[in-house]
T-cell receptor, first 115, second 111 residues
Framework: DAGVTQSPTHLIKTRGQHVTLRCSPI?????VSWYQQVLGQGPQFIFQ???????GRGNFPDRFSARQFPNYSSELNVNALLLGDSALYLC??????????????FGPGTRLTVL | TQLLEQSPQFLSIQEGENLTVYCNSS?????LQWYRQEPGEGPVLLVT?????EVKKLKRLTFQFGDARKDSSLHITAAQPGDTGLYLC???????????FGKGTKLSVIP
């Protein structure tokens, strides 16, 4: 069975540009979450989507946005890139229904470098 | 603000030794997950604990959730080089959909 897939694996951008990262969840999972992990830190929550609706948002500026498609895949968009946006961006999928213990299964991540 | 504190931050031990890493918080969590992450890869879920006092064993790994559901520990028996990696704990709360992660414990097991 395929796990969570993310694309691209690596990306290099310059300050001010925008970027779109993509994620496909595990088959049968309806929820996708996005996390940012900078070097030496644990992942920080950015967004969670469930059934195409935003269900949670972390403490990130409006330059960060996301959406979920009918097939439950998701995109994370970041505008006006800053040097500090350089990080590993992780996508996690989960069943997402009520009563779940929020077990999340992570993809390999997209390594974004902003120059 | 990191609500989950992990200790130690770094641990380097010889193959065959035992070790324990800790995850502590002043807040109550409804669930706590442990993940292991290798460089350049995403975290891999090891276990989920949900009941205060719960103990789960996964081969040489033993996980415990504190009675008050504010802390957890991971004990590894007879560590092997393949155990090397970053161990992350993450807490979930009822009614919230995000996981709160600690900074992790970076473990190196030397052959």
């Amino acid at each position: 069975d395929a796990g969570v897939t993310q694309s691209p694996t690596h990306l290099i951008k310059t300050r001010g540009q925008h970027v779109t990262l993509r994620c496909s969840p595990i088959s049968g999972h309806k929820s996708v979450s996005w996390y940012q992990q900078v070097l030496g830190q644990g992942p920080q929550f950015i967004f969670q989507y469930y059934e195409k609706e935003e269900r949670g948002r972390g403490n990130f500026p409006d330059r960060f946005s996301a959406r979920q498609f009918p097939n439950y895949s998701s995109e994370l968009n970041v505008n006006a890139l800053l040097l500090g946006d350089s990080a590993l961006y992780l996508c996690a999928s989960s069943l997402g229904g009520t009563g779940s213990y929020n077990e999340q299964f992570f993809g390999p991540g997209t390594r974004l470098t902003v120059l | 603000t990191q609500l989950l504190e992990q200790s130690p931050q770094f641990l380097s031990i010889q193959e065959g030794e035992n070790l324990t890493v800790y995850c502590n918080s002043s807040s109550v969590f409804s669930s706590l997950q442990w993940y292991r992450q290798e460089p350049g890869e995403g975290p891999v879920l090891l276990v989920t604990v949900v009941t205060g006092g719960e103990v789960k064993k996964l081969k040489r790994l033993t996980f415990q959730f504190g009675d008050a559901r504010k802390d957890s520990s991971l004990h590894i028996t007879a560590a092997q080089p393949g155990d090397t990696g970053l161990y992350l704990c993450a807490g979930g709360r009822a009614g919230s959909y995000q996981l709160t992660f600690g900074k992790g414990t970076k473990l190196s097991v030397i052959p």
